[in-house]
């Protein structure tokens, strides 16, 4: 009796100890499985701050591409219904200078204009070795002569420097021709780039971790612009990819369709070259001037695993801890490795929301600074030309003055003499907005009552409104107080609202004019919507640019103005449109005023 009893002992004890060994080795496949999650995961997610940095930098290389556009295009509006020689040239010498000087914080070493022939006719900053050298020889002049049409730009590959002081360094070109309104064919304007500097400005300073570089191709040429080491080669792809990345030559290939993306290759170690090792890769096109280069950000994928590490180790810590003790009490291992399951997944989920959240505050700050840079050149560019153009202006005024009076004219001629007089007056507005536009006064903070501010405007434009048949509707929280200029916060809802009127002055079914104030989250929100015809959606991007407009009697600084007052004011302004459904402005001001941190201006 004694035996079977014993043997029943052993039996139980030996069932105990394999379900314990099973459950041990299940805990630890589970463990090494979530491991292997939040490893992927954490791989994606780098990955993914890895292509936002990727498309950040390629947006920032676009618009800086589009500045020069736009100044090659002012160029070329200087020497429109002119001859292009050295005559006209010397005429909008001053003007030239002060285009140049407006590009001195970019990689643009000079600005050159030739004329039919390719000779050179003006150059910024002078050089009188250049001036009067034909280069008709170039590629961008016989594109501009040969292919190119008004408006376009022509974009080189890039070429070492031949001489100057930035000899050996590599430049870019970028051109446009220069057409008589019939099309024919009358000069080129150029624009020099050191590519040498916008690579250290644009490309280089784009790295995350120690070893992870930007790289940037044309993959219309099939050139390597920048390579993984933060070189620039210009080697082809298959001289500079194939022996050291041959998987990342394989990826380019499939860049061509033109989309974004990300991935790994695998390539040779630089510590061991017999070892291949891998790297986390994501890319984004970049397209400029017909031309298509991506840029890409790639980071060894060692160095992510040690960003890792020191989680990992107390991963391990943990997991030796739980296999310990689930000798004893294996029920309640269970119990908490599903409990340190959600942890984790809740704890990389909170990373992913904070990387987000960091990443949402820096593209807005940087797009602020972008508008805030661009206002400033432009406002320097648009005070030299309002002060140019003013005086003559007033001289011409009161000439015509002078004259009218002295021969007393009627009929027709005193018509013409009242449309020059009008004419000039236009001018004279225009030059104020241009001068309201660069100088802009310091701001007087006070209380005021954004509902006193709408029923004073709505008093100003009371006749006007029912001349149109335009009904109102005010929806303001009251009282709604908040720190501002009160004339300024005047002036920016004024300019709403005539937009609105204006927007609705062909619109043959119901005109109705809304204006709506509420707040949130200590913000002031104020909403001027209209029934009108809507905005295009290939001009809503451009509705805040300089000398931008969509009306023929505009002078394209109302929005302008209104968007720099805003910003002062540490608010934003934003729109909604939809073509036949009207349009909404929303301005978004802070109760409390601006940060004190300095007049933004």
């Not at 490893?39 to 701050?49: A, L, T």
């Not at 940087?366 to 560019?381: C, R, S, T």
């Not at 802009?440 to 006070?446: A, K, T, V």
């Amino acid at each position: 009796m004694f035996f079977p009893r014993k043997s029943k002992s052993l039996f139980f004890l030996l069932l105990i100890i394999g379900i314990t060994i099973g459950i041990l080795f299940w805990l630890k496949h589970t463990t090494d499985a979530v491991r292997a999650e939040a490893r992927e995961r954490f791989f994606e997610q780098y990955n993914r701050q890895q292509y936002l940095m990727a498309e950040l930098a390629s947006h920032t290389l676009e618009e800086m591409f589009a500045t020069f556009h736009r100044d090659l295009d002012f160029v070329v509006s200087l020497f429109e219904r002119r001859e292009v020689n050295r005559q006209r040239a010397r005429e909008v010498q001053g003007t030239l200078e002060k285009i140049y000087d407006s590009l001195a914080h970019t990689p643009v070493i000079d600005l050159v204009i030739f004329d039919h022939q390719g000779t050179t006719i003006g150059i910024e900053p002078a050089d009188p070795y250049t001036l009067g050298r034909n280069y008709a020889w170039r590629d961008y002049f016989r594109w501009a002569r040969e292919e190119g049409k008004p408006g376009q730009m022509y974009l080189s590959p890039f070429m070492p420097l031949a001489g100057g002081q930035q000899r050996g360094d590599k430049a870019l070109i970028v051109a446009e021709g220069i057409y008589d309104p019939q099309g024919e064919f009358l000069g080129v304007v150029t624009f020099t780039l050191n590519f040498d500097e916008l690579v250290r400005k644009q490309i280089l300073p784009v790295r995350i971790g120690t070893d992870g570089y930007a790289w940037l191709v044309d993959t219309s040429s099939r050139t390597v612009l920048v390579d993984p080491n933060g070189n620039i080669t210009g080697m082809s792809f298959e001289e500079a990819f194939l022996p050291k990345w041959p998987g990342l030559f394989d990826l380019l290939l499939s860049m061509e369709d033109g989309n974004p993306g990300s991935g790994s290759y695998a390539y040779q170690d630089p510590d061991d070259p017999g070892r291949q090792v891998r790297k986390l890769v994501s890319f984004h096109p970049v397209s400029i001037a017909g031309r298509h280069w991506t840029l890409g950000v790639a980071t060894p994928q060692r160095e992510v695993e040690n960003l890792l590490s020191s989680f990992l180790q107390r991963q391990e810590a943990l997991a030796t801890t739980l296999l310990v003790t689930v000798a004893g009490v294996a029920s309640m291992l269970l119990g908490l490795l599903f409990t340190w399951n959600r942890a984790l997944s809740a704890q990389i989920e909170r990373h992913t929301r904070n990387l987000n959240a960091a990443h949402s505050r820096l593209e807005s700050t940087f797009e602020e600074l972008l508008a805030a840079k661009k206002m400033a050149a432009v406002g320097h560019l648009a005070l030299g030309l309002a002060h140019e153009i003013r005086n003559p202006l007033s001289a011409i005024q009161m000439n015509m003055q002078m004259i009218r009076k002295k021969i007393n004219p009627a009929g027709i001629l005193r018509e013409n003499f009242s449309i020059v007089e009008g004419e000039i007056q236009r001018l004279n507005d225009f030059l104020k907005d241009v001068m309201d536009f660069a100088k802009s006064r310091p701001l007087r903070l006070r209380s005021a009552e954004v509902g006193e501010i709408v029923s004073r405007l709505i008093g100003l434009m009371n006749q006007r409104l029912k001349t149109l048949q335009i009904q109102t509707e005010i929806h303001i929280e009251s009282p709604l107080n908040l720190i501002c200029d009160p004339e300024q916060i005047y002036r920016v809802l004024l300019n709403l609202i005539l937009n609105a009127i204006e927007a609705m002055e062909k619109v043959t079914g119901e005109r109705r004019l809304t204006i709506a104030a509420s707040t949130r989250n200590g913000m002031a929100l104020i909403r001027v919507s209209d029934t009108g015809p809507g905005i295009p959606s290939e001009k809503r991007e451009q509705l805040f640019d300089p000398l931008f407009t969509t009306r023929a009697s505009g002078g394209g600084l109302g929005l302008s103005i209104l968007q720099t007052i805003v910003l002062r004011h540490g608010g934003s302004v934003s729109v909604e449109s939809k073509p036949g459904r009207g349009s909404a402005f929303t301005v978004t001001l802070p109760l409390e005023g601006p940060a004190k941190t300095g007049d933004p201006h």
